[in-house]
C-alpha cells in the first residue's frame, strides 16, 4: 500500500471534513511537509482534493482498494484487486496481462487517458469522477453465449445503482439515468487460437463527474449519477455492491446455464421496451417498435415499414431517438 493510497483513504474515511496536514502526518508517519507536498502533487494530478491553509478535504469520495476490501463479501470476484492511478485503458491492460491474472481480478484506474468504447468509439474517464474498472473472467462458455455476458452485467450494475438512482438500461449496454447515459459497458473476448483464454468485462461509470469535465461532443446526451441526484456518490460502496451482484449473477449463470432471471431484469429495466425508436444498421435506417430482449439477448422489435418483426444483433445496430439520444 503506497503513502498516496494511505492518503487517499484517510481523506476518504473524513469525508466531508477535513483533515489537518498535522494530523494526516501523524496518520502516515511523515513530516507536515511531506503531507503538503504530497496533496500538492495529488492536485497537480487533478485529484479533487482542495486545500486551504494546511486543510485538506475531498470534493468528493475516490476510488480507494482498503476502502472496496472493507466488507467486500465476494469469494473469488475482487479478491484481487489493482489500482492505477492512470491507465490508457483498463480493458486494455487486463487484455495485456491476462496470463498474469487469476480469474474474478479487478483492474482500476483513477483516470484513463485512451478509454474504449464498443466498435472502436472512445470512452471518456477523467480523475477523479468516474469508475474505469475491468473484470477478468475465465469461463468455460459457448461462444454464442459471450454477448449475453452484456446483458448480465447491465443487470448485476442497476442492482447496485437502483439504491441510489433510478436508472434504466438502453439495450445493450449504456446504462440511463433521466435518459442520459451514466455508465457503459464494454466486453471483450481473448482467443489464443481457438481457444477462450479470457474475457474482460469493462464498466465505465460517471459517479461524481462533473459536466463541465465531460467532452461538448456528447455532453448532451452525458451526465454522471451526482449531477443528476445532486447527491455525492461514495464510489467504493457501489464497485463493493457491484462486485457481489456481479458474483452472484456469474456463478449462477454459469452453474444453470439459464440467462432468463438477468435477461428479464434487463427487460423490467429497459428504456426502449413499447417505444419507437430508430435502428440504424450498416446500410439502412428505419423505424421501429421495440418488443422485447429475446433469450440471446437480442432486441426484438417490429419495423414501421413491413410490419415485420426480428430480433436485432448488438453488433450491427444501433437505436436512436428521433432528433435525441433516446
Ligand atoms: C460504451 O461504449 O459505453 C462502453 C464504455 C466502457 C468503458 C469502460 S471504462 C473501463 C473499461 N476500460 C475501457 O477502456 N473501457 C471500459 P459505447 O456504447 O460505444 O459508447 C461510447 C460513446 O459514449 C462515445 O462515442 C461517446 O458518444 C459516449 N461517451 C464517451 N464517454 C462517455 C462518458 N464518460 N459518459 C457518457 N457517454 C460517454
Same mark, same amino acid.
Request: some cysteine.
Given at each position: ?11 476518504? /474515511? ?139 452485467? +447491465? ?115 429497459? +428504456? ?17 417498435? /421495440? ?36
Amino acid at each position: 500500500m503506497t503513502i498516496e493510497e494511505r492518503l487517499i483513504h484517510l481523506l476518504n /474515511v473524513s469525508y466531508p471534513k477535513t483533515l489537518t496536514s498535522l494530523e494526516l502526518a501523524d496518520e502516515l508517519d511523515l513530516e507536515e511537509s511531506s503531507v503538503d507536498n504530497l496533496t500538492a502533487d495529488l492536485k497537480d494530478r487533478n485529484y479533487p482534493i482542495t486545500s486551504h491553509k494546511q486543510k485538506h478535504r475531498l470534493a468528493y469520495p475516490v476510488v480507494s482498494l482498503l476502502d472496496i476490501k472493507k466488507g467486500l463479501e465476494t469469494t473469488f470476484i475482487g479478491e484481487t484487486l489493482h489500482l492505477h492511478s492512470t491507465l490508457r485503458s483498463t480493458n486494455a491492460y487486463a487484455k495485456e496481462n491476462l496470463s498474469k491474472h487469476r480469474e474474478g481480478t479487478v483492474i482500476l484506474a483513477q483516470e484513463q487517458t485512451s478509454g474504449k468504447g464498443r466498435l472502436g468509439r472512445n470512452w471518456s474517464s477523467p480523475m477523479g469522477g468516474s469508475i474505469s474498472m475491468s473484470v477478468i473472467v475465465k469461463p468455460r462458455i459457448d461462444f454464442a453465449k459471450i454477448p449475453l455476458l452484456t446483458q448480465l452485467t +447491465a443487470a448485476s450494475l442497476v442492482k447496485a445503482l437502483e439504491s441510489i438512482a433510478d436508472v434504466k438500461i438502453k439495450w445493450p449496454n449504456d446504462i440511463i439515468l433521466n435518459r442520459k447515459k451514466i455508465a457503459g459497458i464494454l466486453i471483450e473476448s481473448e482467443f489464443r487460437g481457438d481457444s477462450l483464454s479470457g474475457i474482460i468485462i469493462g464498466i465505465g461509470i460517471n459517479t461524481n463527474l462533473n459536466k463541465h469535465n465531460m467532452p461538448d461532443s456528447f455532453r448532451d446526451k452525458a451526465s454522471s449519477v451526482k449531477a443528476e441526484t445532486h447527491t455525492v456518490v461514495d464510489p467504493n460502496a457501489l464497485i463493493q455492491s457491484f462486485l457481489i451482484h456481479f458474483e452472484n449473477d456469474y456463478l449462477a449463470y454459469m452453474t444453470t446455464g439459464d440467462p432468463s432471471p438477468f435477461l428479464s431484469l434487463c427487460t423490467e429495466y429497459s +428504456a426502449l421496451i413499447g417505444k419507437d425508436y430508430w435502428v440504424t444498421g450498416k446500410d439502412h435506417k428505419r423505424k421501429a417498435t /421495440v418488443k422485447t430482449i429475446d433469450s440471446f439477448g437480442r432486441l426484438v422489435v417490429t419495423y414501421h415499414d413491413t410490419n415485420v418483426t426480428e430480433a436485432i444483433n448488438s453488433s450491427a445496430f444501433s437505436i436512436r431517438g428521433a432528433d435525441s439520444y433516446i
